[in-house]
């Protein structure tokens, strides 16, 4: 998982196939988001989940919010090679402001 | 729409030398953030404004970085003197008052020697 100290993580799969990634915090929050970061690029919103939802869908993705425990994951579900990317958690506090967790990098072999 | 602009796209410097980086947020947006990025690493933030007031500035190395948004619109964020230690990405973002989703640019990568 991504959080505190811990370097980079980095995942390797083929195409087609399904991935989650996790994500726990520390601080307190109402909202987690998923950032995608490609190479070059600045990271972009894919999906986001708020404290009173458990699951939270959107096309192949699909997150899931743990408040009790601090945690979170991101699913992918028939990976393609333009999902290749870094992935961020995001833990966002009541005045906007957003902890980034350290990342997994994502590679998708077509 | 266009997105956020940043300038410049790379930026080399020895140790010791100034550099400034500039961001222009979408418009209408009334809150521009600044991170830092380092390598292998998640946005880290170092200031943000609403308008032109700083909201936060409690990351920001004050000694030798400095930010600033005088009109409410564009932003400058300055290393007075870069220590190879400020080798990252720097990344502008945007965003609504009360919207929690912030729009990236893509970044200035600093290297300093």
């Known amino acids: 998982s991504q959080w505190g100290e811990e370097n980079l993580q980095a995942l390797s799969i083929q195409e087609g196939e399904d991935v989650t990634m996790n994500c726990s915090y520390k601080?307190?929050?109402?909202?987690v988001q998923w950032y995608r970061q490609k190479s070059g690029k600045g990271p972009a919103l894919i999906i986001l989940i708020r404290s009173n939802e458990r699951e939270k869908r959107s096309g192949r993705l699909r997150a899931t919010l743990d408040t009790s425990s601090q945690s979170s994951s991101l699913s992918i579900t028939g990976t393609l090679a333009t999902d290749t990317a870094v992935y961020f958690c995001a833990a966002r506090n009541m005045g906007y402001k957003l902890t980034f967790g350290t990342g997994t990098s994502l590679l998708v072999d077509p | 729409e266009a997105g956020v602009t940043q300038s410049p796209r790379y930026a080399v410097l020895q140790e010791g030398q100034a550099v400034s980086f500039w961001c222009d947020p979408i418009s209408g947006h009334d809150t521009l953030y600044w991170y830092q990025q380092p390598r292998d690493q998640g946005p880290q933030l170092l200031v943000y404004f609403r308008d032109e007031a700083v909201i936060d500035n409690s990351q920001l190395p004050s000694d030798r970085f400095s930010a600033v948004r005088p009109k409410g619109t564009n932003s400058t964020l300055k290393i007075q003197s870069a220590k190879q230690g400020d080798t990252a990405t720097y990344l502008c973002a945007s965003s609504l008052r009360g919207r929690g989703e912030q729009y990236f640019g893509p970044g200035t990568r600093l290297t300093v020697l």
């Open positions: 601080t307190y929050t109402t909202v």
